[in-house]
C-alpha cells in the first residue's frame, strides 16, 4: 500500500499584466497620499492568481522606513488592472509602536499612587469567600472576631498564600539575597524578629529592628543580617588614669600696674 503524500503548496503564478502594473499602482498612492510622499518603486509580491502587491518607499519625514502597498488585481481576460486597496505599512526599520498590552497587565508593584483605585477581579485566585457572618453578633464578640481577622467578605485563598510565600522567598528579604548569605545570623532567632500569625507564620515574621535593612518589612525566617540581636560587642572596663602634674618647670606671668581709679567728691 502506498503511503499517502503531504499536500504539496500550490504557488500563484505571477500575472504578467499585474506586474507590470507599476504605474497605475504608483497613480493609486499618490491619489492617496499626494506625490510628494511616494517614492520609489521597491517590488512587488504575488498575492494570489491575478493578484499582485506594489511597493513604494514612503518619503514621509514622520514614516521613515514605511513603505505604500497597493494591491492590483483584473479579472479574468480583462487588459487593464483594478486597484484592490491602498495602505502604509512598517517596513524592516519602521518605528512602530510597542505591542499592545491591556492596563490590568500594565500596571507594576509601585504604581499606585495616593487616590488610585486598582479593583480587584471577582474571580481572582488569590482570593476566596469569608464565610463567617458576624452582624448580629455581639460588640464583644466582634471585638475578637476582628482581632482574629474573621469576618472579612474575602481572604486568601491557599493559593494565594503560596504566590506570597513564594514572591517573599524569594525577593529581597530571602535567604538567597546577598545580605543574608553574607552573615550567620538567622531570623528566627533574633529578637527584633515578629512572627506573622496564621500558617504563613511558620515561614515568615516582620523586623521590628529601625538599624536593619528589612525593618518593617517581611522577612523570611532564615532570612539574616548584621543587625542581629545577638551582635553584640564587649566593650571592656579599661582604668581610667590620674591626672598627671607638671612639676618640672614654671612659666613668668608679666603683670601691669593698674591705675587707680578717681574718688567720688
Not at 507599476?22 to 498612492?29: G, H, K, L, Q, S
Request: net charge negative; glycine share 8%; aromatic share 8%.
Amino acid at each position: 500500500m502506498t503511503p499517502a503524500r503531504a499536500p504539496e503548496t500550490v504557488r500563484a503564478k505571477p500575472d504578467a499584466v499585474c506586474v507590470a502594473a507599476v504605474e497605475p499602482a504608483r497613480d493609486a498612492a499618490i491619489a492617496e497620499a499626494g506625490a510628494a510622499r511616494v517614492g520609489e518603486h521597491l517590488g512587488q509580491l504575488v498575492e494570489g492568481e491575478r493578484l499582485v502587491t506594489h511597493y513604494f518607499a514612503s518619503t514621509h519625514p514622520g514614516y521613515q522606513g514605511w513603505r505604500w502597498a497597493v494591491t492590483v488585481t483584473r479579472a479574468s481576460r480583462a487588459k487593464t488592472v483594478t486597484v484592490n486597496e491602498v495602505v502604509m505599512l512598517p517596513g524592516d526599520t519602521a518605528i512602530v509602536a510597542p505591542e499592545w498590552v491591556p492596563w490590568s497587565e500594565r500596571v507594576q508593584p509601585g504604581d499606585l499612587r495616593p487616590g488610585d483605585l486598582f479593583p480587584t477581579h471577582a474571580d481572582d485566585p488569590r482570593l476566596e469567600p469569608g464565610f463567617t457572618d458576624t452582624a448580629d453578633a455581639p460588640e464583644d464578640v466582634r471585638a475578637v472576631v476582628d482581632e482574629l481577622g474573621l469576618g472579612r467578605e474575602r481572604v486568601l485563598s491557599p493559593f494565594g498564600r503560596e504566590d506570597a510565600a513564594d514572591r517573599w522567598y524569594a525577593g529581597d528579604f530571602g535567604p538567597s539575597s546577598p545580605i543574608a548569605q553574607a552573615v550567620p545570623y538567622k531570623c528566627h532567632s533574633c529578637g527584633y524578629w515578629i512572627r506573622l500569625a496564621d500558617s504563613l507564620g511558620q515561614a515568615f515574621g516582620v523586623c521590628a529592628n529601625e538599624m536593619a535593612p528589612g525593618e518593617a518589612r517581611v522577612v523570611a525566617y532564615d532570612y539574616g543580617c548584621g543587625a542581629h540581636s545577638d551582635a553584640t560587642i564587649e566593650n571592656p572596663d579599661l582604668p581610667i588614669p590620674e591626672h598627671a602634674f607638671d612639676t618640672t618647670g614654671y612659666d613668668t606671668l608679666q603683670l601691669t600696674e593698674q591705675p587707680a581709679l578717681p574718688t567720688e567728691a
